[in-house]
Nanobody, 124 residues
């Protein structure tokens, strides 16, 4: 089992920045590929960013490319999502997730463990 706890969400004006954190506990953090997803009210869960299975590459959803960056610190069992140039359409609950196999990184179905989510609200 892996337990994931997100933090860092909040209210920010358009154009601003936030950094989300996700702390993992339980089984060896470094053996999992990590990702971030988001879900706005009435919408499906959307892929935001993830590490490849090797950990050497990062991938991003089209709507956040060039604005968001995923990173991790294995010494702290933590993965981060730096969000810049935020837009009102980025408003959603953001979830951290752990993938235990080299499956499709952009599909929520590939992830075995999820955090409880943290709300990000971007005002115009």
């Amino acid at each position: 089992q892996v337990q994931l706890v997100e933090s860092g969400g909040g209210l920010v004006q358009a154009g601003g920045s936030l950094r989300l954190s996700c702390v993992a506990s339980g089984r060896t953090f470094s053996t999992y590929a990590m990702g971030w997803f988001r879900q706005a009210p009435g919408k499906e869960r959307e892929f935001v960013a993830a590490f490849s299975w090797s950990g050497l590459s990062t991938m991003y959803g089209d709507s956040v490319k060039g604005r968001f960056a995923i990173s991790r610190d294995n010494t702290k069992n933590t993965v981060y999502l730096q969000m810049n140039i935020l837009k009102p359409e980025d408003t959603a609950v953001y979830y951290c997730a752990a993938r235990g196999a080299p499956d499709t990184y952009y599909s929520p179905l590939s992830y075995n463990f999820w955090g409880q989510g943290t709300q990000v609200t971007v005002s115009s």
